[in-house]
Each structure stands twice: as C-alpha cells, then as structure tokens.
C-alpha cells in the first residue's frame, strides 16, 4: 500500500514563497507519475504540476513561470517550489502518485492548505 507523506503550505502574504513536498516512504517501483493539484474552494481540482519517472514536467496554465517541480526518483519524492504567489493560488494543495504494475493504482495525500493572505 502506497501511503504519502505531504510536507510544507501554510500562509504567506501576496509574492511570497512556499516549498511542498510529497515522499512515498519504503520501496516501492512503477511510480510513473507523481506531482501536485489543487482544490480552491466551490471549484475544481486543478492540475499545478506533475513529474513522470522520465523527467517529463508538466504544469498548470496559471502556474507557469512561478512554480518549479522536482523529482528525485531515488526518494520517491517531489518537491514543489512555489513563487510570486498570489490570492488565486490559495487552495487545498494534494499530492498525486500513479503507479504502473499489472494495473494502474493512483493515489492522493491528505490534502495540505495553502493560503496566500495579506
């Protein structure tokens, strides 16, 4: 069983910085895609970034430019660096992992708030 372990959010004001992190504790293999999105409230879930095992980056139209994912495969970690953050980029920040073996499984963190605040 897959668990995540989310680290990081809370509040900043208006172009302020935040840093996530997601880890799957243990070892674990086929994790293909892992990364980060968001839930603001009385909307969707959003896509914010998300990272294959391969190094392929993707991103959000509205993070573009500001936020940074990294993966480490050999941690089985990501780690988002988030930057000029604004009012709109407050929300529910939750961490996505696929997992590829005989079947895909995904799976999501607990949820860890953001909040952009003056």
């Known amino acids: 069983q897959v668990h995540l372990m989310e680290s990081g959010g809370g509040l900043v004001q208006p172009g302020g910085s935040l840093n996530l992190s997601c880890a799957v504790p243990?070892?674990?293999?086929?994790?293909?895609?892992m990364g980060w999105y968001r839930q603001a409230p009385e909307k969707q879930r959003e896509l914010v970034a998300t990272?294959?095992?391969?190094?392929?980056?993707r991103y959000g139209d509205s993070v573009k430019g500001r936020f940074t994912l990294s993966r480490d495969n050999a941690e089985n970690a990501v780690y988002l660096q988030m930057d000029s953050l604004g009012f709109d980029d407050t929300a529910v920040y939750y961490c996505?992992?696929?997992?590829?073996?005989?079947?895909?499984?995904?799976?999501w963190g607990q949820g860890t708030q953001v909040t952009v605040a003056s």
């Open positions: 990272a294959t095992s391969a190094g392929k980056i």
């Open positions: 996505d992992v696929q997992q590829k073996l005989d079947v895909g499984y995904g799976y």
């Open positions: 243990g070892r674990f293999t086929g994790l293909t895609v």
